[in-house]
């Protein structure tokens, strides 16, 4: 019952690093989100994907790149590290927009 | 552009008393709506969701929310409320492909 992974949990970057937030799912669902999370301002959408091969920006997708190669992973590139991307990031997954998605625990991401 | 508005940044409510957690979409077709619920250090929880049909939707924990087409809302409802409902709460818009998040409402519970 592994649902969706996210690794790492807490990491800490310099500014300039570049890094990869690793999300995976195991219930073969065809969307998947990457959101992050700061303190008053809910979530937001950085980029999402429908299916293997199809991603799509969302509200905040400057600074970011993802990529979509198979069902199960979705992964969410940072380039070049700014401590405005401090911020704690979720993965999440549903097998469409009508249905519930499923989140992961969440990275915690520091810039400094 | 599609939105979600929940006008309550903090609501504390002594333990037993009702609770009412607003919510408003903006779009101009009905979009399929969730209530989350992200307790400190766990993760977002599915409370409830509404697509069509009965308007009044029943979820998780005794909550229950009322889809309203004609003030675009979709509140969140709790008779009577527990400690353990502390917590975060956000409405989520679905809708052409995209989970848009509420900015979130705190809940605190007073004994």
């Known amino acids: 019952n592994a649902g969706v992974t996210q690794t790492p949990k807490f990491r800490i970057l310099k500014i300039g690093q570049s890094m990869t937030l690793q999300c995976a799912q195991d219930?073969?669902?065809?969307?998947m989100y990457w959101y992050r999370q700061d303190p008053g301002m809910g979530l937001k959408l950085i980029y999402y994907?429908?299916?293997?091969?199809?991603?799509d920006k969302g509200e905040v997708p400057n600074g970011y790149n993802v990529s979509r190669s198979t069902t199960e992973d979705f992964p969410l590139r940072l380039e070049l590290a700014a401590p405005s991307q401090t911020s704690v990031y979720f993965c999440?997954?549903?097998?469409?927009?009508?249905?519930?998605?499923?989140f992961g625990q969440g990275t915690r991401l520091t810039v400094v | 552009a599609q939105s979600v508005t929940q006008p309550d940044i903090h609501i504390t409510v002594s333990e037993g008393a009702s609770l009412e957690l607003r919510c408003n979409y903006s779009?101009?077709?009905?979009?399929?709506l969730f209530w989350y619920v992200q307790s400190p250090g766990q993760g977002l929880q599915l409370l409830l969701k509404?697509?069509?049909?009965?308007?009044l939707v029943q979820g998780i924990k005794g909550f229950e929310a009322e889809f309203k087409r004609s003030q675009s809302s979709f509140n969140l409802r709790k008779p009577s409320v527990h400690w353990s409902d502390a917590a975060e709460y956000f409405c989520?818009?679905?809708?052409?492909?995209?989970?848009?998040f509420g900015t979130g409402t705190r809940l605190q519970v007073f004994p």
């Open positions: 999440a997954s549903s097998q469409g927009q009508a249905y519930a998605a499923f």
């Open positions: 219930m073969n669902h065809n969307y």
């Open positions: 994907s429908v299916g293997a091969g199809i991603t």
């Open positions: 779009y101009g077709a009905t979009p399929y």
């Open positions: 509404y697509f069509s049909g009965d308007t």
């Open positions: 989520i818009s679905g809708y052409t492909d995209k989970l848009i």
